[in-house]
């Protein structure tokens, strides 16, 4: 057994069995085509070209370029060229909307944050929030109006059509007209769809999403008669268990629950809550349980009715009057395979803690589960605690699955003669079974509004380019009924048009502009136009006191109790010959929207730290039991579908499922997105979108995948020597421990003082540094593409990440300990240290990486030539070489997406993380400009505020995890943080002196394993 | 690891192949003239050409500083009104020019592009005279504010007709003030003043200002590099 097997934190399996796969991860900086220049061919030729630019050097570059100034004719007052500004807008995604802040640099976007002053921000956001920039800038975007048959039109002749073609509508009442439109909290929208019911009274309205959350919905309606939207404060629950729900990353609150979920885990608090998983596939949330039981997906549903079971019959909890109509079920449930595997310590968490817990159920549940939820949390006396309710919007839509078979049936029996779509994808997201591409060729005029002329626009009669969201006017709703206003950055780049724009001309009315629009809603519910209002509420971003009030719906069980006792008997795992194929969100394409979004498809899920592809995800036990290894493609088949995925071992997977990740596989998303990855779609048929039994059967080839889990591994090995000091590169401590002993909680061992080879500096100015709590990061990777956004860092393709060349300046490495069957997960983001004795400085032959002033590593692009000696010699592994000249073929429309305050970089040099330098001197500079001219004429700027400069990674944190501040102020929240007993420095006994600091990660396990 | 397949011959091995044998008389005369090259190339890299002193652009508008700047004795802050807080002293919108020139010459031939201009909303597109590399972040807020006086990069632009580079702008040059910048201190309410002469010992009174306003200029890299 090697060294690595015996500690506890590993990052794959190919770790853990220190496999050759590993070992040249480990041992070669650049694995497997790092000897390409040493081949005698290609280094002769490269001895010529050396030879050839010697030569040609003196004659380049002999003239400056030309370059022009361009200032308005007339310059908007207050407008100063150079100086960023700030708009506050929303990116809605399937109904609910996240507000948002964006930077505009002379008139061009170029960065996105949280709105700070949103509820469902709070100034985090997550990866997709963030890339939404690139999306703005794709070239693949659809720029006119497509009619099917005569090709690109202009908008112009799509609104002579529209107005003959609605014309002739309206006089039959719309009859044979449908719409299929993306969920939408859009006021406007809504109003807008009440004028087009209005005008084409036999027109149907369809709302589809692939990824919806329908079953919440429906759950909540079997409960109390009506849907409500549940809402949770996870900040002030003890126990918190998720059944399935991923609230970190994939719920509409995700951002909001994250900051919530870390409020109410703070060490150093009075509460500490303990998280309880219940899942199947390993989800972000299930990374961060202190407890995790991992079951097949069908079995949850009973686990929920075992839990309350177990609570009522042997913790003693008692049944509210209202729900006595479980009593069956609950009896049942006592003899259910499942009911041993409900945890008699989760029982004990929840019991007897009226008002301190929360039971949250996801969208994979069956409503009579979700409806058993509202149950458990009555029954636990949280509603009104840490459960509320509010009434949903639109009560009497058909679910999204019924909605969608709906309009297929009508167009199967044609009955649809001029279908809408607004957004979606149906061609490519549709229950596989209804073939929606082939009754869309049936329909004889369909209209299709999408940002790219994808599969679906393929198949309609007319495309409308989709307005970005930072060319729209528009409005949304957030979780909690808040209106937030979206407001452009710049005018459509290719004339694209808005949903409220598109409706508007096909119902023929005015005003026809969604600005107009807007402002109609916003003063509709009003009585007179306020322009103060109006303009207060665009500069928040959000409009006040339009959140939804808090409801109290009654609880019954009438419609239900008696499916509970019927869904204990369905069995509760799959059979012998079958497999359960577990449908799930891609971790940044979501349901597929973003494939053409570089930054998504290269930013690593966090789990399977998988690039441009899905996978068939399995628990460890079920490969080893079907011989199946990393790569190996095998076939799944459902009924007559089939598809063919490449597997990935994932620790944590429950035995017997596979996880498979949709969104991937698309035909026609673009040049980046089209071919990555496996349609998992083809094999979601029916109403059931959750689960599928299927059968699993190798090809005997292989595939590969491109997974930077080992990639920059950290050299933990060698001697015994050091292994027994301990190179911890994560560390954490039992929340008991903690409390018991701060001081000694961390094991810190004591390592011989080192001895100084140079004289220390002194930073008598700013000395900056950051500190990451790994008690706070969650891993969802916002701080990853925060970071690819503001500091101009190429996307590469997979074949280069699969060589170990990704460019991201921080990277979350993911480790798991303990058991490969139930492991725990570690997320950690690591990115330069800007050590004081900086390794990578000491071995740079030109000077290329030096300290400044106040302790910044900085790299200096035009002085590297390329040695990476720096790379070799940093023990982080933080450094990334430009292989390529990523930025050469751009056009002018991507080169917009650059931020003009960092430089692109070129083939041949290095680049890291510079503690956003760019940030760092911006407010330096103003800090000082703001003089106070005092009575001697002394010029002085006032000193730089904690908190003032922010790093793009620490910006975008949900969670606030990342502090960056001056370590010479004790005070500051990175100060602090430093000199927290949790803060440990990764590496430290090498000397480098990093400037960033870890916060130990707590877990708070409990129970029997966790007094041990 | 790499194999080096190279042709036996003998006992060395042959890394060239045999035409190279023909060069081998060249290979004097290179050697003799490399050093002339080194030296040429080293010259030209410093030339005022490389470095761009002089260049003097002709601008979609004769515009001239001198009769503004200098006649007139308009302050460089009415047009370039960004400058004290921004890095860019932005070249001002035409609204700026027609601001006088509404009621002053109105239909001098000269005037033509800015009239057409600010009928139309087109910009005009002026020539950049100093122009930085691209990887090079100047602010001309920070050296504004702290008495460094516009004539000492642009040197007397209140006595340009058309405006040219004077001073080199490479970085040896900006490290030369950063290292000593005494003598290219003034008060802050002399900034602007583009006839300035200091009352006294310039060096003198550039350490008490430097002293007063607490400059310590940077060296480095990533004060300008980012």
């Known amino acids: ?1012 | 690891m790499a194999r080096f397949a190279m042709q036996v011959h003998g006992k060395r091995p042959l890394i060239f192949p045999k035409w190279v044998d023909a060069l081998r008389p060249v290979v004097g005369g290179v050697a003799a003239i490399a050093p002339v090259y080194a030296i040429a190339l080293l010259y030209y890299g410093g030339s005022p050409r490389t470095t761009d002193v002089g260049y003097m652009p002709e601008q979609p508008v004769p515009y001239s500083h001198e009769v503004h700047a200098g006649n007139l004795g308009i302050d460089c802050r009415y047009c370039h009104s960004t400058v004290e807080q921004t890095a860019h002293a932005a070249v001002p919108p035409t609204q700026t020019c027609m601001n006088c020139h509404a009621g002053i010459y109105p239909e001098s031939p000269k005037l033509v592009p800015i009239r057409e201009s600010f009928s139309t909303g087109m910009p005009v597109r002026w020539i950049r005279v100093h122009d930085l590399p691209d990887y090079v972040y100047f602010d001309h807020s920070a050296h504004v504010t702290r008495g460094v006086g516009c004539v000492e990069c642009h040197d007397r632009v209140d006595k340009m007709e058309t405006v040219y580079q004077a001073q080199p702008l490479s970085m040896g040059w900006c490290l030369d003030c950063h290292r000593n910048p005494d003598t290219h201190l003034r008060p802050l309410d002399q900034v602007t003043n583009m006839a300035w002469a200091p009352p006294g010992d310039r060096a003198e009174l550039g350490a008490r200002l430097r002293e007063q306003y607490g400059i310590a200029p940077s060296e480095d890299c990533s004060t300008c590099h980012r």
């Open chain 1, 1 to 1012: 057994m090697s060294p690595l097997a015996q500690r506890s934190f590993w990052r794959s399996l190919e770790q853990r069995a220190d496999t050759p796969e590993f070992r040249q991860f480990v041992e070669r900086e650049f694995p497997a085509w790092a000897d390409e220049m040493l081949e005698p061919a290609s280094r002769r030729r490269f001895l010529q070209l050396m030879g050839a630019s010697m030569a040609l050097a003196g004659m380049t570059a002999c003239r400056w370029p030309v370059e022009p100034i361009v200032p308005f004719a007339h310059r908007p007052e207050g407008f100063v060229p150079g100086e960023p500004l700030h708009y506050a807008t929303a990116l809605e995604l399937s109904g609910a909307a996240v507000g948002l802040v964006v930077t505009s640099y002379d008139g061009r976007p170029i960065k996105v944050e949280g709105n700070p002053d949103h509820a469902y921000s709070l100034g985090g956001t997550l990866a997709w929030h963030q890339a939404a920039l690139l999306e703005l800038y794709d070239p693949d975007r659809s720029q006119h109006v497509v009619a099917r048959e005569t090709g690109p039109a202009l908008w112009d002749e799509f609104v002579g059509f529209a107005r003959a073609h609605f014309d002739a509508l309206s006089a039959t009442g719309g009859r044979g007209l449908a719409v299929l439109a993306e969920s939408s909290s859009s006021p406007s929208r809504a109003d807008l769809r009440a004028r087009f019911q209005a005008a084409f009274p036999q027109a149907r309205w369809h709302e589809y999403e692939p990824l919806s959350r329908d079953t919440v919905r429906e759950g909540a309606r079997l409960a109390f008669g009506r849907p409500y939207r549940t809402h949770v404060a996870l900040d002030r629950a003890e126990t918190i268990l998720a059944l399935d729900e991923d609230f970190l990353l994939h719920h509409p609150a995700a951002v909001r629950y994250a900051r919530d979920f870390v409020a109410g885990r703070d060490p150093d608090g009075a509460t500490f809550s303990r998280l309880w998983v219940v899942e199947t596939n390993l989800s972000l949330t299930g990374s961060a349980a202190d407890r995790r039981i991992a079951l097949p997906n069908r079995a949850l549903p009973a686990f929920a009715t075992c839990l309350l079971s177990k609570l009522v019959h042997e913790a003693g909890a008692k049944l509210p009057p209202g729900l006595e109509g479980l009593r069956p079920a609950l009896e049942a449930a006592r003899s259910h395979p499942v009911y041993g595997r409900v945890d008699a310590d989760l029982v004990l968490d929840l019991a007897g803690k009226p008002g301190r817990t929360v039971v949250l159920a996801g969208p994979r549940l069956t409503p009579e589960a979700h409806a058993l939820v509202h149950a458990l949390n009555e029954t636990l006396g949280n509603i009104g605690r840490t459960v509320r309710y509010t009434e949903e919007p639109d009560p009497d839509r058909p679910p999204h699955a019924t909605a969608i078979r709906e309009l297929a049936h009508a167009m199967g029996h044609n009955l649809v003669e001029t279908l809408v779509i607004l957004g979606g994808n149906p061609v490519y997201d549709a229950p596989a079974d209804l073939g929606f591409g082939d009754l869309l060729a049936r329909v004889k005029t369909s209209i299709r509004l999408a940002t790219y002329e994808d599969e679906t626009s393929r198949a309609c009669t007319w495309h409308v380019p989709r307005a970005h969201v930072l060319e729209s006017w528009g409005d949304a709703r957030d979780f909690a009924g808040t209106v937030c206003l979206v407001q452009p950055l710049i005018e459509p780049l290719h004339a694209g048009k808005t949903d409220l724009e598109l409706l508007a001309q096909l119902l023929g009315e005015a005003p026809s502009s969604a600005y107009e629009i807007v402002r109609r809603t916003f003063a509709a519910g009003r009585g007179e136009p306020d322009e103060r209002a109006w303009h207060a509420a665009l500069r928040a971003g959000v409009v006040e006191g339009s959140a939804w009030p808090d409801a109290r719906p009654t609880l019954g069980t009438q419609a239900w109790g008696e499916r509970i006792v019927a869904a204990l008997g369905a069995p509760a795992a799959p059979g012998p010959e079958t497999f359960e194929l577990v449908f799930g969100p891609a971790a940044s394409l979501v349901d597929g929207r973003f494939a053409n979004n570089g930054w998504l498809q290269e930013l690593a899920d966090p789990l399977t730290k998988l690039t441009w592809d899905n996978a068939a995800v399995l628990a460890p036990e079920t490969a080893t039991e079907l011989r199946l290894v990393q790569g190996d493609v095998v076939q799944i088949a459902r009924g007559g579908a089939r598809i063919e995925l490449p597997v990935f071992v994932l620790p944590g997977q429950a035995p017997r499922t596979i996880g498979a990740a949709l969104g991937y596989g698309r035909t026609r998303a673009g040049r980046v997105g089209s071919g990555a990855g496996f349609d998992v779609y083809a094999l979601r048929v029916g109403e059931e979108g959750a689960w599928a039994d299927v059968q699993l059967e190798r090809t005997g080839r292989t595939y590969p995948l491109a997974t930077t889990q080992d990639h920059f591994a950290i050299d933990t090995l060698g001697a015994q020597e050091r292994a027994e000091r301990a190179v911890t590169l994560v560390r954490e401590v039992e929340l008991e421990a903690w409390r018991h002993d701060p001081a000694h909680a961390l094991h810190r061992e004591h390592a011989v003082p080192p001895i100084e080879l140079w004289k220390p500096h002194d930073y008598p100015g700013e000395r900056w540094g950051m500190a990451i709590d790994l008690n706070a990061c969650t891993g969802c990777g916002a701080c990853v593409v925060a970071c690819q956004a503001e500091n101009n860092i190429p996307v590469v393709g997979k074949a280069e990440v699969a060589r170990g060349r990704e460019m991201h300046w921080i990277r979350i490495d993911r480790y798991f300990a303990g058991d490969p069957d139930a492991p725990e997960v570690v997320h950690q983001p690591l990115t330069c240290h800007h050590c004081e004795n900086a390794p990578c400085e000491q071995v740079c032959p030109v000077a290329a990486t030096v300290h400044d002033a106040e302790g910044l590593n900085v790299m200096v692009y035009n002085r590297c030539i390329g040695t990476r000696y720096c790379n070799n010699n940093c023990p982080y592994k933080v450094r990334r070489f430009n292989w390529f000249n990523n930025h050469k073929s751009e056009s002018a429309l991507e080169v917009m997406v650059y931020n003009p305050e960092v430089t692109v970089r070129s083939r041949g040099v290095m680049e890291k993380c510079t503690f956003c330098v760019q940030r760092i001197q911006h407010v330096r500079i103003h800090a000082r400009n703001e003089q106070v001219r005092g009575e001697n004429g002394r010029a002085e700027g006032r000193l730089i505020r904690d908190g003032e400069i922010v790093p793009a990674c620490a910006q975008a944190c949900p969670t606030r995890a990342i502090a960056f501040g001056d370590l010479n102020d004790p005070a500051s929240r990175v100060g602090r943080q430093h000199g927290s007993e949790r803060a440990y420095k990764m590496l430290d006994e090498f000397n480098v002196r990093p400037r960033t600091a870890y916060l130990a990660r707590v877990r708070n396990r409990g129970g029997h394993e966790g007094a041990a």
